[in-house]
């Protein structure tokens, strides 16, 4: 307290508390006013983390960032800026998941339509994504033909769900140059759990996806621990 004041806080952030009339505080009083400053601390700093995410959007828009053919983000994303995200919704609770994310027999496409054709279906499944996920959600094009989805606040059912609603709606595209061709993905599912970082969770997606594959393809499958 000082003078008609109690002030409470750190180099960031300070709460001022004022009183009507001069008063002296009891060791109890003080202990109950610094928790409620200490509560309103950590409001404060999760609604400066929220603003972030608008800046953080402004920043990605920057084309260093993007993959030129899809629009989608490159792999550098995730280094740059996801993964200091992933701090970030592991500090204040969120829940996060990951989608890798294959093109069936994809080489055999190219070699039997062309490159160009190829680049259309990458293209198709970019738009896909995009339409599948929400507006806070980063797609990320991974490498080739692979993608990457990062799934904020979504646990692993709700990460399935989205999963199952890109396979089942890509799967459903036709193309001019092939119109009964119907072309799949496979899918790997995994979320973040006990602290795991963000690289390790895309390591268990990976193999989620890589049982996608090894049962056949055109399916969703989610990371099981062991």
């Not at 970030?88 to 994310?101: A, P």
């Not at 080489?107 to 507006?135: M, Q, W």
Request: some cysteine; hydrophobic content about 35%.
């Amino acid at each position: 307290p000082q003078g008609n004041f109690f002030i409470y806080g750190n180099s960031e952030i300070k709460i001022f508390i004022e009183f009507e009339n001069s008063c002296s505080l009891s060791n109890e009083d003080r202990e109950f006013l610094e928790s409620i400053a200490s509560f309103l601390i950590h409001v404060a700093k999760r609604e400066k983390w929220l603003l972030t995410l608008q800046e953080r959007r402004e920043l990605l828009k920057d084309k260093a960032y993007k993959d030129v053919l899809t629009g989608l983000y490159r792999r550098e994303i995730l280094y740059d800026l996801i993964e200091k995200e992933f701090h970030r919704s592991k500090r204040y609770g969120y829940h996060f998941s990951i989608l890798m994310i294959d093109i069936d027999n994809f080489k055999k496409i190219n070699d039997t339509y062309g490159h160009a054709f190829g680049d259309k279906v990458l293209v198709t499944l970019g738009e896909v994504l995009l339409s599948c996920i929400r507006n806070y959600d980063d797609p990320v094009r991974y490498g080739g033909e692979e993608f990457l989805v990062v799934l904020y606040r979504a646990e692993l059912e709700e990460a399935r769900r989205v999963a199952e609603r890109i396979r089942t709606k890509f799967l459903e595209r036709r193309y001019e140059e092939a119109p009964d061709l119907s072309i799949s993905v496979s899918i790997g599912v995994a979320s973040g759990v006990n602290g795991e970082n963000l690289w390790y969770v895309i390591k268990k997606a990976d193999t989620a996806l890589y049982q996608a594959k090894k049962k056949g393809k055109n399916r969703v499958e989610t990371y099981e621990s062991k």
